[in-house]
């Protein structure tokens, strides 16, 4: 169309666009360089006058000034010297200060390079210069201090991450103008649009209280608002009420349909998922039942085996049942949630006494803090159930230096229970899928220890049921697993049901 809306559209903002880019590559052309020298200059003074501070307070050589002096170096990347007018060295961030010392003897002696000076003040210089040993541009400054000490400072222009740093900043703030001017040029032509748009809305706002003589009457337009003006006269000319209970009845069975697919996708996968994890000690306890039945083994001690394996896989079927009944009963809100005030310390350390021999055989060091008592409101026993769960996770993938970290710290008005251990990271793409029933990120390593992918789905119906947050967090080290719960209070004992 000639006078299309979207050909509109895209003319303003190709010209925003091309405003943007030209404004941006103007700015990065032509200022940029003079931007980021004053940005060093002015970081170089500032560092400056923080130890001419401390000189006129007789407080250079002081302990406490070493830390700030360090400090002062390492935030603007600086390298300093300070001597005495003996040229004795009082302070320095380098070790071999050679270089820097001839550098500022030579500048004392031959004086400031006025073409390369950036600013120049008393007995203070500041300098754009070439360091030929190190075939590298400084920014330096030189000069005395309060108490006549001299001092030497310099940046490297060369730092690329202070360069991008600057650069970022500059760009944005030419960023911020270009915004600005968009936003000018587009409430300019935007009522050529809006006004038409505005009008269609109230049509069909009448047309939705059933005023069907609402009629749009620029029928001259033919561009997009025409044919939609149109379009709206001709649908409120034909619409009638029953329309609106049609509607009605089509979407409450639309939504019919998609709880009952939704419920047989859930059922089915259920179906899946429970006939794969008892599948293999179903295997496992026929195999070996048909091996004591045949008298493979005749010896009492392979009995007694093959005993164990079939009461172990029978134990495994029954803690995954037992867990499934719990997880049944907390999402379908028939648990009743209890709050009560309780030391959460005591019941981490509680629950990793329960599981000191399992700690103990495979070596792992277990940290608990903080040690004094730290009250909470919650329900208890659904709170042992998540520190079993997060404790039994960071048992069985404990790996390098196999350490365990249980820490509770305040957060945002709640308490906020970490437990860490060393290992490797969870892969992104599996983060979301852990709280999912049966999902496992290594199921080799889960088959091993008896797992059977239901704990970290109890543990996050626990917390959907407390109105709480749970997550996990990957370090480079290993994985955290946290839980949040709220600060413990002086008031009477509560009952709440879902």
């Known amino acids: 169309m000639k006078h299309s809306i979207k050909n509109q559209f895209a003319l303003i903002f190709s010209m925003l666009l091309a405003l943007a880019i030209v404004v941006c590559f103007l700015a990065n052309t032509l200022l940029l360089d003079d931007f980021y020298i004053s940005s060093k200059k ?10 001419n501070n401390a000189a006129a307070a007789g407080d250079i050589r002081s302990d406490d000034f070493s830390v700030t002096f360090e400090q002062i ?29 001839d550098r500022l003897l030579g500048y004392f002696f031959r004086g400031a390079d006025k073409a390369d000076t950036l600013y120049a003040e008393d007995n203070l210089y500041v300098q754009r210069s070439m360091d030929p040993a190190m075939n590298m541009e400084f920014i330096e400054l030189w000069g005395l201090l309060a108490n006549n000490n001299m001092i030497f400072m310099r940046t490297p222009l060369e730092s690329i991450k202070e360069s991008a740093r600057i650069a970022n900043r500059f760009l944005a703030y030419a960023g911020i103008a270009v915004i600005v001017i968009g936003v000018a040029l587009s409430s300019l032509f935007a009522g050529k649009v809006t006004g038409p748009i505005m009008k269609l809305a109230d049509i069909s ?56 697919t939704e419920m047989e996708n859930m059922r089915r996968e259920f179906i899946s998922n429970v006939s794969h994890e008892l599948k293999t000690p179903i295997a496992v306890i026929q195999g070996y039942a048909e091996g004591l039945k045949d008298c493979v083994n005749e010896d009492e001690q392979s009995r007694d085996y093959y005993c164990e394996v079939i009461m172990d896989e ?14 049944d009963q907390i999402e379908s809100g028939r648990d009743v949630v209890t709050f009560e005030r309780f030391d959460l310390m005591k ?22 803090s903080p ?10 026993l659904m709170i042992e159930q998540v520190v079993n769960n997060y404790l039994s996770n960071a048992i069985h993938y404990a790996k390098g230096d196999k350490v365990i970290d249980i820490h509770a710290d305040p957060l945002d008005g709640v308490i906020r229970l970490n437990v860490f251990n060393t290992g490797e990271p969870i ?33 996050k119906a626990i917390a959907e049921s407390l109105n709480r947050a749970c997550g996990v967090t990957n370090y480079d ?17 509560t009952e709440q049901t879902k």
């Open 314 to 327: 029978a134990s495994k079927m029954n803690r995954m049942v037992q867990q499934l009944l719990m997880l």
């Open 205 to 260: 706002e009448r047309v939705a209280r059933l005023d069907f003589d609402a009629k749009y009457d620029e029928s001259g337009r033919n561009d997009e608002i025409g044919v939609l003006g149109r379009s709206i006269n001709k649908m409120s000319e034909n619409l009638e009420q029953t329309i609106s209970e049609l509607k009605t009845a089509n979407n409450e069975l639309q939504l019919d349909i998609e709880r009952k």
């Open 42 to 51: 002015t970081a170089i003074i500032g560092a400056y006058n923080r130890i």
């Open 347 to 368: 019941l981490v350390r509680d629950c990793v006494q329960a599981d000191d021999i399992l700690i103990k055989k495979n070596e792992i060091t277990v940290h608990i």
């Open 371 to 380: 040690s004094d008592p730290l009250y909470v409101w919650s329900d208890p």
């Open 73 to 101: 170096a390492a935030r603007d990347n600086l390298e300093i010297l300070i001597l005495d007018s003996d040229t004795r060295t009082i302070l320095s961030t380098v070790k071999d200060n050679r270089n820097l010392t």
């Open 477 to 493: 080290n290993g994985v955290a697993f946290w839980f949040d719960m709220e600060q413990g209070e002086e008031c009477e004992h």
């Open 427 to 459: 892969p992104e793409e599996s983060l979301d899928q852990l709280w999912t029933k049966f999902y496992k990120v290594d199921k080799a390593r889960t088959r091993e220890y008896g797992g059977s992918g239901i704990g970290l789905s109890i543990v």
